[in-house]
């Protein structure tokens, strides 16, 4: 990678670690991003309202292949920054854990590689590819509002792949680490509601308590997570439980409990969804409540294609890089899912240290060390030698 596009795109990395910005609040991110590609590169930028794209069309003679895509996201997590960092947080109660600033700093570097319009005349890219090359820079991926929607750019603009690259934590520095099929669980936040009738304190059998329903139901979305009728991992995590009020004068009448629903895969996720549903609707009849339930955050499979990913590894290799097999599906889940229904495609990690920092936690941020080595995967990946 040019030696002046990676100082460039490092220090475009710390801006965005400086000014997060949570899911669907993402403006000044973008203002950023794009400000950057239309300064820096030749690359047409196309604003699509809460996230945009950059549009490359080949050069010379096109190859039979249809375009290529690739997708950085860019929203931060909702945590305080805590680290003493040179580029700090400066948006209270925001901060780029989860190295999503990395990401969009890569995507960056591409377009710098592609069409950066730096370069000297006798100069020239180490990328130069023989189909057009779309850049989407994505929204939202923490809550799982932005996949769906930028996916629709794949049929809008025939794009025949699709590629993302996530850091991970755990694997050796700069290992590229893969997986054909489902490399990413499918996720959805639920919440149940019950709600019966107030009472006073003294006398609650004039009442209808859903405490002991909503306990029961905490028990059974474990029990049946752990039931062996699933093709795959599945899990139910609950993260809230909440009842009544400290108003002592009165019995709790109304409470929810909310939880985390995961899975290899999407069937099974819809079967334990469907058997708390029902063991909740048989505990709110018994008791006589009021049931109402909501999802959110839901996150589909990621799937990838062998032969995207048969790709990933030679490029890998064509790098010197190694290469790390994974047996089963990270638990975690990511939107890049929804563009791989689009097309094929594959979602890819490269290692930031065994040691090193896990995402999600005070101490994490983005291996600027990895920076050239995802540009230059995503590069060759440009190329019809791959």
């Known amino acids: 990678m040019n030696e002046r596009h990676l100082t460039l795109i490092t220090e475009l990395r710390h801006q965005l670690h400086a000014h997060p910005e949570l899911s669907l609040q993402e403006s000044e991110t973008r203002r950023i991003l794009m400000d950057f590609l239309r300064q820096h590169t030749s690359m047409?930028?196309?604003?699509?309202?809460?996230?945009?794209?950059?549009?490359?069309?080949?050069?010379?003679?096109?190859?039979?292949?249809?375009?290529?895509?690739?997708?950085?996201?860019?929203?931060?997590?909702?945590?305080?920054?805590s680290m003493d960092l040179p580029y700090?947080?400066?948006?209270?109660?925001?901060?780029?854990?989860?190295?999503?600033?990395?990401?969009?700093?890569?995507?960056?570097?591409?377009?710098?590689?592609?069409?950066?319009?730096?370069?000297?005349?006798?100069?020239?890219?180490?990328?130069?590819?023989k189909r057009d090359v779309y850049l989407i820079f994505q929204h939202a991926e923490e809550i799982g509002a932005g996949g769906e929607e930028c996916a629709q750019l794949i049929a809008e603009k025939g794009i025949s792949e699709v590629y993302a690259f996530h850091n991970w934590s755990g694997f050796p520095e700069q290992s590229v680490?893969?997986?054909?099929?489902?490399?990413?669980?499918?996720?959805?936040?639920?919440?149940?509601?019950?709600?019966?009738?107030?009472?006073?304190?003294?006398e609650p059998e004039n009442g209808r308590n859903p405490a002991a329903a909503l306990a029961k139901l905490v028990l059974a979305a474990g029990a049946e997570a752990e039931k062996r009728r699933y093709a795959g991992l599945v899990m139910a995590t609950i993260v809230?439980?909440?009842?009544?009020?400290?108003?002592?004068?009165?019995?709790?009448?109304r409470g929810e409990?909310?939880?985390?629903?995961?899975?290899?895969?999407?069937?099974?996720?819809?079967?334990l969804e469907n058997g708390i549903l029902e063991y909740?609707?048989?505990?709110?009849?018994e008791e006589g409540l009021e049931l109402f339930f909501e999802e959110s955050d839901v996150f589909p499979e990621t799937v990838n294609t062998p032969g995207a990913v048969e790709k990933v590894r030679k490029a890998a290799e064509l790098q010197g890089l190694s290469v790390v097999e994974l047996d089963e599906p990270i638990r975690s889940s990511e939107d890049f899912g929804y563009f791989l229904k689009q097309c094929p495609g594959a979602m890819f990690f490269i290692g930031n240290g065994e040691e090193y920092p896990r995402l999600h936690?005070?101490?994490?941020?983005?291996?600027?060390?990895?920076?050239?080595?995802?540009?230059?995967?995503?590069?060759?990946?440009?190329?019809d030698d791959v």
């Not at 309202?49 to 997590?77: H, M, Q, T, V």
């Not at 809230?240 to 009448?253: E, L, Q, R």
């Open 361 to 383: 936690t005070s101490e994490f941020d983005f291996n600027d060390r990895i920076l050239e080595t995802a540009v230059d995967l995503f590069g060759k990946l440009c190329m």
């Open 44 to 81: 047409e930028v196309v604003e699509r309202g809460k996230w945009f794209y950059a549009y490359l069309g080949c050069a010379g003679n096109a190859s039979e292949c249809g375009p290529i895509a690739f997708r950085a996201d860019f929203d931060a997590l909702p945590m305080e920054e």
């Open 257 to 271: 409990v909310s939880m985390t629903l995961r899975a290899h895969y999407e069937r099974d996720l819809m079967r």
């Open 177 to 202: 680490i893969l997986r054909s099929g489902t490399i990413h669980c499918a996720s959805k936040g639920l919440t149940i509601r019950m709600e019966g009738l107030p009472a006073h304190a003294s």
């Open 240 to 253: 809230n439980v909440s009842v009544g009020s400290k108003d002592f004068g009165i019995a709790a009448y």
């Open 88 to 129: 700090t947080s400066q948006n209270q109660g925001a901060a780029h854990k989860c190295g999503h600033d990395g990401h969009s700093a890569v995507l960056a570097g591409l377009a710098l590689e592609l069409a950066g319009n730096d370069w000297d005349e006798e100069e020239k890219s180490g990328f130069c590819p």
């Open 280 to 285: 909740a609707e048989q505990l709110a009849e």
